[in-house]
Structures are given as structure tokens and as C-alpha cells.
């Protein structure tokens, strides 16, 4: 009897456990978003791949610990390790992705100039030897 309360009990940690590291892989996603602009069917895309990973990580969790039977207190151990990361270490990484995002978003712009330059210039160039050439085309 008292292996059987173990398991339970080792599969709510599990759990737990499972719900922290699914809600800091989201963060993860969240942080990414903030450094690189994404397009709407893009975040649609993120967001449906992470919910699919979700499920199997899930199904599989159950399956390895509970031979696949649904139980309420392992939904309400993921439920809680949700809510528990994202009110105390989500609210600190969050906080620091946001005090780091200007300086990317400089360090970025300063690593592309050189690119943009580099990019106006051979337009220009290409653009220019197009011109003539066409001149020389219609003086013959």
C-alpha cells in the first residue's frame, strides 16, 4: 500500500516538475520573440508545434508513470508548476529579457550598417553601370 502512495506522490514531483519545465520552454519562446520580430503565421507556427510537443511530452510522461491512466492530481501538479514558475522565476527572466532587448536591438542594428552600406553601395553600382550601358546600347 504504501508503494502505491509512493508512485503517486513520485508522479504529482513528475509532474510538478514537467509543468515548471514546459512553462520555462515557453519563456524561452516568449524571450526569442522579443529579440527577433516574428510574422503572425510564424507565432502560429511556434505555437502550434510547442502545443504538440506539450501533448507528447505529456502522454508520454503518463504513460512512463502511470501506465497511461489520466489523473486529476497529476493535471493539478502540472497546473501547479505552471502557476509557480510563472509567478516567481518567469516574472525574473522576463525581467531581464526586457533589460536586454534595447541592447540587442542596438548590438543588431550596429552589426547590420556595415551590411546595409556594403548593399546600398553595389546597388548603386549596379545601377549605374546599367545606365551605361544603355547609353552605349542606343548610341550604336
Not at 503517486?8 to 524571450?31: K, N, P, Q, S
Not at 541592447?103 to 553595389?122: D, M, N
Request: with cysteine; net charge positive; proline share 1%.
Amino acid at each position: 500500500m504504501a508503494e502505491l502512495i509512493y508512485d503517486e506522490v513520485e508522479l504529482f514531483t513528475v509532474c510538478l516538475l514537467l509543468g515548471m519545465v514546459l512553462a520555462f520552454f515557453y519563456d524561452g519562446i516568449r524571450i526569442l520573440r522579443l529579440l527577433f520580430a516574428h510574422k503572425d503565421w510564424v507565432v502560429d507556427l511556434e505555437d502550434l508545434l510547442f502545443w504538440l510537443f506539450t501533448a507528447w511530452l505529456v502522454f508520454r510522461t503518463l504513460f512512463v508513470y502511470n501506465r497511461g491512466a489520466l489523473r486529476g492530481y497529476a493535471f493539478f501538479g502540472m497546473f501547479l508548476g505552471v502557476v509557480g514558475y510563472a509567478l516567481t522565476l518567469s516574472r525574473f527572466f522576463l525581467f531581464l529579457a526586457g533589460k536586454f532587448v534595447p541592447y540587442w536591438t542596438k548590438g543588431k542594428a550596429f552589426v547590420r550598417k556595415p551590411f546595409i552600406f556594403l548593399s546600398v553601395f553595389i546597388r548603386k553600382s549596379l545601377k549605374n553601370i546599367a545606365t551605361q550601358v544603355k547609353i552605349a546600347i542606343k548610341g550604336r
